[in-house]
């Protein structure tokens, strides 16, 4: 059986800035109001024979967009993307968040920013496609934590109403 979770009724959003480098209209640094659709399939099991509890679903995609809102998305595997002081074949991703200032080049343009002020991805883009891929993917290994019953997890990441990218994790 199937569940799905509406990302605009179950308040499933984030507002953030991003940048696809080098694209001719996408490569600026704009926003996006983005909702997130989640579609489950598995058996039902347990003791209320749910698939899944909506409730962990929920709690679980809402986290990730709380981590992503109000911040500037970075794809640090862009390779179009240059940091100062930060070697992406080495250095932690994580090293980049605790920067007072982060110093990187985007195509060529120089920025310097907060470290807080973004969310550092271990993506090559911030689009739709990659994001899809990384709410599923994340969203599968925290839900495999608890269940054993699923067969895929699907999210959908809209780019506001009208157009998103879906990307199904087989379990
Ligand atoms: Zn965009």
């Known amino acids: 059986m199937k569940i799905l979770v509406n990302g605009i009724q179950s308040n499933l959003r ?3 800035a ?3 480098p080098g694209h001719e209209s996408c490569g600026y640094i704009h ?3 983005y909702f997130v659709d989640v ?3 598995g058996e039902r099991a347990g003791d209320f024979e749910f698939v899944v509890d909506f409730k962990d679903v929920k709690g679980f995609t809402k ?5 992503l809102d109000h911040r500037l998305l970075i794809p640090v595997y862009n390779d179009l993307i240059e940091f100062k002081d930060f070697d992406k074949d080495n250095d932690s991703i994580f090293n980049l968040k605790k920067k007072h200032t982060v110093h990187f080049k985007i195509d060529g343009k120089g920025y310097a920013l907060p ?3 973004c969310v550092f991805l271990p993506l090559p883009y911030t689009s739709a496609e990659e994001l899809s891929k990384f709410f599923a993917e994340t969203l599968a290994k925290k839900l495999s934590e608890t269940y ?3 067969e895929y997890v699907a999210v959908c990441v809209n780019e506001g109403i009208g157009q998103g990218a879906e990307y199904r994790k087989d379990l």
Do not use: R, T, Y
């Not at 986290?63 to 981590?67: L, P, R, V, Y």
């Open 115 to 117: 470290g807080v002020d």
């Open 14 to 16: 984030f507002s953030s």
């Open 39 to 41: 579609e489950i399939e």
């Open 148 to 150: 054993d019953n699923l």
């Open 18 to 20: 991003h940048v696809i």
């Open 63 to 67: 986290a990730i967009c709380d981590e």
């Open 31 to 33: 926003g996006h109001s």
